[in-house]
């Protein structure tokens, strides 16, 4: 099965993102469950705040740990007995409060103020109230009922002021019971599970002194836990240790930990969606530039170049759109210049066969007759179609890479030199003339002699074939800032601006009519732009102060 690219980025994308979630969500799950016994023991060293304050109480009182039993049984159990001391303290409190709460609630009752205002008893009376009455007292107190105060009777005089309650004397201490039934629920500190085993703080609590040595509690085997200090008038005297429960996985872990899973859960499974969609997101984002660009290379290739994508992204995909548009354009560009060149071809092979086939039919038919002059002709059209198609071969050399060139040190002023007087002439029978004009007779560079020899002819016979009767062409020689700059002018007539951006194009001409008779091929610059360039010497084109062309060559300073 052929898997595409978009599938196999969204693939890829949605693994790599699973994996960092699952790696992530598995290290904080790891981590809570490793760290969440030391929190547990942080949150229940806070639930020590009274046993601390009762241990610095009892070192401010005796000034040292002497305080503490010898025998280490006793050692053991002596941090559980204090908290049970304060454990029955509290429960106590409690119920001592509730009793004081009560005679304030009876106090506030105003029957119970009314009842409570009777006059001050007499030694009689008290001595009445202390000894038990008499069985004929009481006797007559039930054959002899007491008589409802008539209303009519004289009103009492008024009683004389009561002095204030004395206050109540202070309650006994009560000695704490042996097994002090708890009031509400127990206290999970003294909580032991159906294996009688002590799964609660008291067996995992130690007292240790300033310098972390044993002294009471649960003996330390490794010290993984948290400690408190306890101080005295700012003094550190010693700590209180919790260890780390040995089995974290109380109901209150398990709570903990079953929430934080199934929130851990739901996240990845928020993530593994996101994940998803993002993935898709970004992998249809890729594949839709990837397939316009196989469908355009699919139009490339059936010779549709007139094919373009989409350059609006500012990403490499955009970056590779542009590249391949210029591609298409350069191909455009290439599919023009070849047709254009098949057809300029035919053209220029057609015209010098087209003149011989004319001279050997005259002949044949004897309308011309036989002789020098008429050979001639035809020897003229022979060399004319030998130097095409020589140029033709150049040209196709060039371009392919085929073209060899020795590279060596040349004296350029003189090889010029050579060529202008090689070049007079051909100068003379047209009636022109051409200079030479150099500071200095020694000027050398870098290049193929042969090829420099090429390219000064075909230059010299373009000023020559382009420029009135009359007229002259000037060569200058100059050095400038280490290069070595060498100007062809010649005189009118002028080339337009038009036609100069288009010199050095193959079978381009200045003039609008292709008659060979007063131009070449058009192939005589677009050789020596090809020759200059693979030996990186520079040629441009402008208007000459003559009234013609300037063509203006860029040599490198051999030292």
């Given at each position: ?35 969440f016994?030391?929190?547990a ?12 304050e ?37 429960i ?20 119970t ?8 008893p007499?030694?009689?009376n008290?001595?009445?109230q ?5 069985a004929q ?5 039930r ?38 039934e ?6 999970p ?41 306890l101080?005295v ?5 010693g ?28 996240i990845v ?22 397939f ?7 139009k ?65 038919d ?27 071969y150049l ?19 003189e090889?010029?030199?050579e ?20 500071s ?18 075909n ?31 010649d005189?009118?007539?002028g ?10 194009e ?6 609008h ?12 610059l ?15 084109f ?16 051999a030292?």
């Open positions: 099965m052929k898997l595409s690219i978009g599938w196999r980025l969204f693939v890829a994308v949605l693994f790599a993102l699973l994996s960092v979630i699952s790696i992530a969500l598995f290290l904080m799950q790891r981590k809570i469950s490793t760290n016994a030391d929190y023991a942080k949150i229940e060293l806070d639930r020590l705040q009274e046993l601390s009762s241990i610095q109480t009892q070192y401010q009182q005796y000034g040292e740990w002497h305080f503490l039993p010898e025998k280490q049984q006793e050692k053991v159990v002596w941090i559980h007995r204090q908290l049970l001391q304060l454990y029955q303290q509290k106590h409190s409690e119920s001592a409060d509730s009793s004081i709460s009560n005679e304030v609630l009876n106090l506030d009752n105003p029957n103020l009314k009842s409570t205002q009777v006059s001050p007499s030694k009689q008290l001595a009445t202390q000894s038990p009455a008499p007292a009481r006797s007559n107190s054959h002899h009922p007491i008589q409802p105060v008539s209303a009519a009777a004289a009103p009492m005089p008024p009683a004389p002021p009561v002095p204030p309650v004395p206050p109540l004397p202070p309650l006994p201490l009560i000695a704490p019971p042996q097994n002090p708890p009031v509400g629920p127990p206290d500190i003294f909580s032991k599970d159906d294996n009688s085993e002590f799964t609660g703080l008291v067996s995992r609590i130690s007292l240790l002194d300033s310098q972390q040595q044993y002294l009471a509690g649960q003996v330390l085997e490794e010290k993984r836990g948290s400690q408190r200090a101080l008038n700012g003094q550190l005297i700590y209180l240790f919790v260890q780390q429960s040995a089995r974290p996985t109380d109901a209150l872990a398990k709570d903990f930990l079953q929430q934080q899973s199934e929130t851990i859960f739901l499974l928020i993530s593994v969606g996101l994940s998803g969609v993002l993935a898709l997101f970004l992998a249809l984002h890729i594949r839709r530039p990837i316009n660009l196989a469908e355009g290379a699919r490339l290739a059936d010779g549709d170049f007139n094919w373009q994508l989409d350059t609006s992204r500012r990403d490499e995909l955009g970056t590779l759109a542009e590249s391949f548009n210029n591609l298409a354009r350069k191909l455009q560009a290439t599919e023009q210049q070849r047709r254009q060149w098949v057809a300029n071809t035919s053209h220029e092979l057609r015209t010098p066969v087209s003149v011989l086939r004319a001279q050997i039919e005259a002949i044949q004897q309308i011309r007759p036989i002789n020098s002059e008429n050979i001639a002709l035809m020897h003229r059209q022979v060399l004319s179609l030998n130097k095409l198609i020589d140029e033709l040209l196709a050399q060039s371009d392919v890479g085929a073209l060899t060139y020795q590279i060596e040190r040349i004296n350029l002023a090889l010029i030199h060529e202008i007087e090689n070049f007079q002439e051909k100068v003379r029978r047209a009636q022109l003339s051409l200079t030479l004009q150099t200095h007779e020694k000027i050398e560079t870098f290049g193929d002699v042969e090829r420099l020899r090429q390219v000064c002819r230059l010299f016979e373009n000023s020559l074939r382009y420029t009135d009767v009359g007229g002259q062409i000037k060569v200058n020689i100059r050095v400038q800032n280490e290069r070595i700059m060498v100007d062809i002018e005189s009118a007539p080339v337009s601006p038009q036609a100069l951006e288009h010199l050095g193959r079978f381009f001409r200045g003039e009519s292709r008659n060979r008779q007063s131009g070449g091929s058009g192939l005589g677009a050789l020596c732009k090809q020759l200059l360039a693979a030996q990186r010497i520079g040629i441009q402008s208007h000459s102060n003559l009234g013609g062309l300037q063509v203006q060559l860029c040599f490198a300073l030292h």
